[in-house]
Nanobody, 123 residues
Framework: RGQAAESGGGLVQAGESLKLSCRVT????????LAWFRQGSDEEREAVSC????????YTEDSVKGRFTISKDNTEKMVFLQMENLKVEDTAKYYC????????????????WGQGTQVTVSS
């Protein structure tokens, strides 16, 4: 069974940057869409950004447009989320997800979730 493992979270101040990484093992990668989700305290999990199997970014949540960039490396089987100009409201646990298909179209069925990495942004 495939697995996904995130890294790169931490505590930063507002305005700073972080880069999250996720390594996928034990499953196909190049033919899958990949996504980052996040879940804040007392909030539902929401999609942040999604990249299709061809490497085209197909979805970015409105509040992070212009600040967050998703990318992937098929050779290393890794997906990244570069986060710039972080805001307090970006505080959440961030999850890497490997989707069942190659597209980010809804319903974005997730095959594998990572365990999450905490991002905390202080003012």
């Amino acid at each position: 069974r495939g697995q996904a493992a995130e890294s790169g979270g931490g505590l930063v101040q507002a305005g700073e940057s972080l880069k999250l990484s996720c390594r996928v093992t034990g499953m196909s990668f190049g033919d899958r869409a990949l996504a980052w989700f996040r879940q804040g305290s007392d909030e539902e999990r929401e999609a942040v950004s999604c990249i299709g199997w061809r490497g085209n970014v197909q979805y970015t949540e409105d509040s992070v447009k212009g600040r967050f960039t998703i990318s992937k490396d098929n050779t290393e089987k890794m997906v990244f989320l570069q986060m710039e100009n972080l805001k307090v409201e970006d505080t959440a646990k961030y999850y890497c997800a490997v989707l069942a298909g190659g597209s980010c179209s809804q319903p974005r069925t997730v095959d594998v979730w990572g365990q999450g990495t905490q991002v905390t942004v202080s003012s």
